[in-house]
């Protein structure tokens, strides 16, 4: 390997350790700041290891500082470049592995070349023969390093937090919770650093129900912001569409929470506003409230390194509760491999998923696609139709290329469409379970919503609502 491309992945890992916490406790165990071929990245590194023992923030901030304190003023062009040279890695271990694997080939060369320039003599080569092979076995030895915690250290660790929701005295769910008490029942609260799908096919309420949440979520982060000082962290909601534009985004919300068909686009709507005033007026009001909700929407980017840039830079002045992806797949990364399947690709983007809810301490929420196997398991029939339904419903296998997925979400839910309800009269509206079929922190179960296709609304129902003979048209995404 060049000295060039070495020096490029030490940067990158570097740049890593400095903006994802969630790696640092890694890092700082398994490297040293001789494993670093530049000399300012060896420097940079042990004044991270200084701030680290002494529990301090490791930022590009206390870095600056440090490096002015101790006239290293020759390191700061070095660190100002690890700012630029930040991407999310889905390979972070990979580049540990690489730049630990360079560092015992430099110390082995070295090693070699001190024993073969050191003066022959005869009385102490034996001497130098057990040197070697200690220093030698020591090198080696670096390579298969791993970390042992024991069974006591993680009790009291257990027990601190057990003690914390004690002294809290409160009955409301830890995390991020969804407005639907049932679904919050199985999860108790979305917890931060967790990755949550839900699947299903196109057309079926999807980015609808996303939206849902959004708003409901949103609602909690502003009255918890009324509470909070100016020198505290707002909390804020992020929707990244990468299939709507903002306004249809809006337009829904705005459906939704006026229980109206908002659409501009359509005269009939014109001229109902201009008929029925006092329904404008709540509009307009119901638009007013919209507005000071603490979402904020990007519609113009679906490259991983991007979307975790810009989440990331947001993190940076605002407590992000949840981010929402609209849908997995569409996902792409810039610096991939070109020889990945889809499904290799696919499998990064969960991975990348998953480490950006870690870094960054909160929650994404992404929909995801399913296979097409799923049609079958939704009849698409009217209300009017008497036909007796054979449940099926979809599986964790039925994710669509996937398998990534399914493995590094918390949680993978599913919109399952069931029974219209009897005293329904027309097609509007849909009943759905809400499958839950891997909770990684809990139970897997399901949670019954009707959907109002006009207004893009979900809302709690229960089991008698339904009818058992009855089927319903999925709707439109």
Not at 57 to 84: G, V, W, Y
Not at 202 to 220: D, M, R, S, W
Not at 344 to 359: D, R, T, Y
Not at 419 to 438: G, M, P, T
């Amino acid at each position: 390997m060049a000295t060039l491309e070495i020096v490029q992945i030490e940067k990158e890992l570097l740049a890593t350790l400095l903006n994802d916490g969630s790696k640092l406790d890694l890092g700082i165990l398994k490297l040293q700041p001789i494993d670093f071929t530049h000399p300012h990245a060896r420097t940079i590194f042990t004044l991270m290891q200084d701030l680290y023992k002494n529990k301090k923030i490791i930022n590009q901030s206390t870095l600056t500082n440090l490096i002015t304190a101790k006239n290293l003023n020759e390191c700061q062009r070095f660190l100002d470049e690890l700012e630029l040279e930040y991407k999310i890695l889905t390979d972070f271990e990979q580049h540990l592995e690489l730049v630990k694997d360079y560092s015992r080939k430099r110390q082995f060369d070295a090693l070699m070349k001190k024993f073969i320039d050191n003066p022959y003599q005869l009385a102490k080569f034996d001497e130098d023969i057990v040197a070697f092979r200690n220093t030698f076995n020591d090198i080696a030895a670096a390579k298969n390093s791993h970390t042992v915690t024991p069974i006591a250290t993680v009790i009291e660790t257990v027990t601190q937090q057990e003690q914390s929701m004690l002294d809290k005295n409160n009955t409301n769910y830890e995390g991020v919770t969804t407005g639907y008490k049932e679904i919050d029942a199985i999860f108790h609260g979305f917890q931060p650093g967790t990755l949550h799908l839900l699947g299903a096919r196109p057309g079926q309420g999807k980015t609808a129900f996303a939206l849902n949440l959004l708003l409901n979520v949103a609602k909690t982060c502003y009255l918890n912001n009324l509470d909070k000082t100016n020198e505290d962290k707002q909390d804020v909601c992020l929707f990244f569409s990468l299939e709507m534009n903002n306004v249809e985004l809006a337009n829904r919300m705005i459906s939704r929470e006026c229980m109206v068909t908002y659409n501009l686009s359509n005269p009939n709507f014109i001229n109902f506003l201009r008929k029925n005033p006092d329904k404008a007026e709540v509009v307009q009001a119901q638009k007013i409230e919209i507005a000071h909700l603490p979402i904020n929407l990007v519609d113009n980017v679906n490259d991983l390194n991007q979307i975790f840039s810009i989440a990331r830079e947001l993190s940076a002045t605002k407590n992000i509760k949840l981010i929402i992806i609209d849908y997995a797949q569409k996902i792409n990364i810039g610096n991939l491999n070109k020889s990945f399947s889809r499904t290799q690709e696919v499998n990064q983007i969960a991975i990348g998923l998953k480490n950006m809810a870690k870094s960054l301490n909160t929650v994404i929420y992404a929909l995801a696609q399913v296979s097409r196997e799923v049609d079958q398991l939704n009849t698409r029939v009217g209300l009017n139709t008497a036909k007796i339904k054979t449940e099926n419903e979809p599986e964790l296998s039925h994710l669509r290329e996937s398998a990534g997925l399914e493995q590094e979400a918390d949680s993978v839910a599913f919109l399952h469409y069931i029974h219209a309800n009897e005293s329904e009269k027309d097609d509007h509206i849909a009943f759905v379970k809400y499958l839950v079929k891997k909770n990684r922190n809990g139970e897997v179960g399901f949670a019954y919503l009707s959907f109002d296709k006009r207004y893009s609304r979900f809302d709690t129902t229960s089991y008698q609502n339904y009818s058992l003979q009855k089927e319903v048209e999925a709707p439109h995404d």
